[in-house]
């Protein structure tokens, strides 16, 4: 099984804050995904990175993929009570799909 | 963009019957589709994946008698989950794959359906 570990588990900050969660993993990945999901909806696709050291800007988030890709981070700047949800890292290998454990971010206004 | 369905959006059940959630790719062919569980905010587990015209491969763990599924079209993939009990109960989602597409990561996911068994 390729385990990919996200932290934090959980997180809950004030609107206006910065916040980086981190996606990590032993194995080596094609690419990898970010995605949202708010409750009791599907995933949302964020982003996909494939190159490593690849930084992907989207308004006020920031991916950025391993140099060994192995790893993903996503920076968000300046939250917003939009931006809560669960955050679920992918990584792609061959023909299989990993999902990350999940990160649970909650934005107070 | 490829949309994908899932129906029911939530059922409620008792314990002992079965219960059939449909998996619809509305505007695009998937040959091959996936079936997750959800626990409230945590990841989601692949159950099994599901090829249009083939038996379904199942994780280990997951029974295959317990959760039928049938890809009958390139449009359509159905899970039964048979006898439901209390510990069934979950949010299922699907995803498609796009056919002919180069890479895995060309998946669209379902907005879920809501199981509760009483």
Redo the contacts between chains.
Sequence with gaps: TQLLE?SPQ?LSIQEGENLTVYCNSSSVFS?L?W?RQEP?????LLV?VVTGGEVKKLKRLTFQFGDARKDSSLHITAAQTGDTG?Y?CAG?T????Y????T?LTVIP | GAVVSQHPSWVICKSGTSVKIECRSLDFQATTMFWYRQFPKQSLMLMATSNEGSKATYEQGVEKDKFLINHASLTLSTLTVTSAHPEDSSFYICSAGLAGALRQETQYFGPGTRLLVL
């Excluded at chain 1, 009791?40 to 949302?44: A, I, L, R, W």
């Excluded at chain 1, 999902?99 to 999940?102: C, D, L, N, V, Y």
């Design positions: 996200q959980f690419s995904q995605y009791g909806e599907g995933p949302v996909t669960l679920l792609i061959g023909n299989q799909f999902f990350g454990t999940g649970s």
